[in-house]
């Protein structure tokens, strides 16, 4: 093909076909970091769409914006352009006259001056008493008429947007063209108002004077919409006017065009539009405080922008019932704030429904929302990998997805990184390679370094593992909340993918002890209630490896303070401050029994509290395990590196 053949420019026909996908990872990791936090996942949800994600605009941002252009239009104008312009015109046109009368000596002109000094001291009792006077200086006359076409394109703007630029210079027979338009229209306005059918009147209509209306109208209905819209705006801004502007202004309408049938029009035209939309706003009113004059089509198009702002902030609150994020005017919005807003609003709501088609959010019967199994895998799969990178930084490891040395195939694969002694997965290789050479249009398949795949492989020895986490206020209160949560997920998400044939039971502590999934657990919310019952959590421990007696037992316990309560024979949690000798006395002995099975207990210690440390040392040396007092970023590489360690330890 030729150069020729090639036409550029902006895109102008949807999205931009080049934009960079949606970050699905980036919005899922926000999502979780919330829900650990405490939010539901609506509430995440939301917080995540207010917020907004990487380079995109959240709802509160755009929302931020919209007011400030409110603001700013209201800071910036006064409604006074339309009565400034025609009184300079007023003075113009007397100054011009005096100026012609002047030199003339006869009584005509002594009459003449004697009319222009007792004319009204108002603007527009003034004009309308000119109405009559035969102008001796065509400059004169020129602005007086000047006056009346100013004021008819003032009136016509204020009710039909564009108007002004449409009629341009007037014609007496443009004028009698709008009277006509406008009579026709009300005819047709009280017909629908009356219940008639009006489809064949609408077209005749339209046909006939479809020139006035560029928004070009398919039915009476988004006729009445459009004018009802346009004429609650010009009653607003009267609103926003003083009663001595208003009364001026009203008086000066019956000039509009030197024929005072057309301000008539224009009030039956108003009297129809409120009886067909008695719901616009017709009352209300806003104050403007600037230096810059409207003029009245100006001021009735500034009352239209902050309606319009007012319903997309209502848009972007999202605070109704049933709201979506499809509801924002994306048209409306681009017009407020430009293109570069409704990219946002785009790729937000591309967003949510992104979320929801990937099956990452599940929604109950009930309407709530919970993380799907799905994005729980996603959230392990990150947390897993800070964890990694977090063991890499402080011992200096690469990074090895080897789980054991026993050779036992787990059926997955990964690239090939040198050291690794795995075996290669032969198909998987040839396939890259193939696919690589392919690519680049290349007739040969080469081999290179980056094609080969390795089976991954784990130890034969299986592993029961109870790791208890301390849910007590103190964990939130501390933030140590999150990195305790992120440690769970790292943990769960290594041996759902890498050891599918160990056992995880995961174990919160509080008042009581609960065994929870790795949903629940990343959903709980933190709760002000007083105790610490490692002592329930270490017998929900044992019972999980008695289940599993074939398995190497493995307890994991992180915690930031010492035991204040134990579980009594009934069942009752008893809640002693400062601890008793009761309660670690219940604790360790099950200490010991986790000991008697084989247990290794290894204390993950948050804090530097001197009572806990003698504590967990005694732990440490009754039950066979140590103690490991990390940082909240080293919680989750320390956890699962002694994890790794405990199952790689002979039996």
């Not at 003339?104 to 004319?119: C, G, I, K, T």
């Not at 346009?230 to 609103?239: E, G």
């Not at 402080?394 to 080897?402: L, N, V, W």
Request: hydrophobic share 40%; glycine share 8%; net charge negative.
């Amino acid at each position: 093909m030729t150069a020729d053949r090639y036409r550029y420019g902006p895109w102008r026909e949807g999205p931009d076909p080049l934009a960079p996908p949606v970050d699905l990872r980036a919005a899922l990791e926000a999502l979780g970091r919330d829900v650990m936090e405490g939010s539901s996942p609506r509430a995440a949800l939301e917080e995540l769409l207010r917020r907004g994600a990487g380079d995109t605009a959240g709802l509160d941002e755009l929302t931020r914006r919209l007011w400030e252009r409110r603001s700013r239009i209201q800071r910036r104008h006064n409604l006074d352009g339309t009565l400034n312009e025609v009184r300079e015109l007023l003075a113009r046109a007397l100054e011009a006259e005096k100026t012609a009368l002047f030199p003339d000596p006869s009584d005509d002109a002594r009459f003449r001056e004697a009319q222009l000094d007792a004319l009204p001291p108002g603007t527009a009792a003034a004009v309308r008493e000119l109405a009559e006077y035969d102008w001796r200086s065509p400059e004169a006359r020129a602005a007086y008429e000047q006056i009346r076409e100013k004021l008819g394109q003032e009136l016509m703007e204020s009710r039909f947007q564009g108007m002004k630029q449409a009629i341009g210079q007037m014609r007496p027979e443009d004028t009698e063209r709008i009277r006509a338009m406008m009579a026709d229209l009300n005819d047709l306005l009280l017909a629908h108002l009356r219940g008639d059918d009006t489809d064949e009147r609408f077209r005749r209509f339209m046909a006939e004077h479809g020139e006035f209306f560029p928004e070009n109208p398919r039915t009476v209905p988004e006729l009445v919409d459009a004018l009802a819209a346009r004429a609650a705006a010009a009653q607003r801004m009267m609103n926003s006017m003083s009663a001595q502007q208003r009364a001026e202004l009203a008086e000066l309408m019956g000039n509009a065009f030197g024929d005072p049938r057309l301000a008539e029009q224009v009030a039956t035209l108003d009297a129809n539009l409120r009886a067909l939309r008695p719901g616009e706003d017709w009352t209300s009113s806003a104050r403007f405080r600037g230096q810059d004059p409207l003029g009245l089509g100006e001021g009735a198009q500034a009352m239209s922008d902050l309606a319009e702002l007012d319903a997309l902030a209502e848009q972007l609150g999202q605070s109704y019932p049933g709201a979506r994020l499809e509801d924002i005017d994306l048209e409306a919005l681009q017009r407020q704030l430009g293109d570069e807003a409704g990219v946002d609003a785009r790729r937000l709501s591309e967003l949510e429904r992104e979320l929801r088609r990937q099956g990452l959010l599940d929604r109950a019967p009930d309407g709530t929302l919970s993380l799907s199994p799905k994005a729980m895998r996603r959230l392990g799969e990150t947390a897993l990998a800070d964890v990694v990178g977090g063991m890499r930084a402080q011992r200096g490891e690469r990074d090895t997805a080897s789980a054991g040395a026993a050779g036992e195939l787990t059926g997955a694969t990964r690239a090939w990184v040198f050291g690794d002694t795995e075996p290669w997965d032969v198909a998987r290789t040839v396939r890259n390679a193939v696919l690589r050479t392919a690519s680049v249009g290349s007739g040969r398949v080469r081999f290179d370094v980056s094609d080969v795949e390795v089976a991954e492989t784990e130890q034969r020895a299986r592993a029961a593992v109870a790791l208890c986490v301390d849910t007590s206020w103190s964990m939130v209160q501390d933030d140590r909340w999150v990195p305790m949560k992120r440690t769970a997920l790292a943990l769960h998400h290594l041996v759902r993918t890498r050891f599918r044939s160990d056992e995880l039971q995961l174990i919160t502590f509080g008042r009581h002890a609960a065994a929870v999934d790795i949903a629940e657990l990343t959903a709980l919310e933190g709760v002000w209630e007083q105790g610490t019952n490692l002592h329930h959590a270490l017998l929900l421990a044992g019972r999980h490896l008695r289940r599993h007696p074939g398995a190497r037992p493995v307890v994991l316990i992180v915690t930031d303070g010492e035991p204040t309560a134990h579980l009594e024979p009934d069942g009752e949690a008893v809640f002693e401050y400062p601890t008793t000798q009761r309660t670690l006395r219940k604790t360790l002995a099950e200490v010991d029994n986790l000991a008697k099975l084989g247990a290794s207990v290894t204390v993950f210690m948050l804090g530097d509290n001197p009572s806990l440390a003698a504590f967990v040392d005694v732990v440490a040396r009754r039950g066979g395990g140590r103690v490991v007092a990390p940082d909240l970023d080293g919680l989750g590489p320390a956890v699962v590196g002694d994890y790794l360690r405990n199952r790689r330890t002979r039996h």
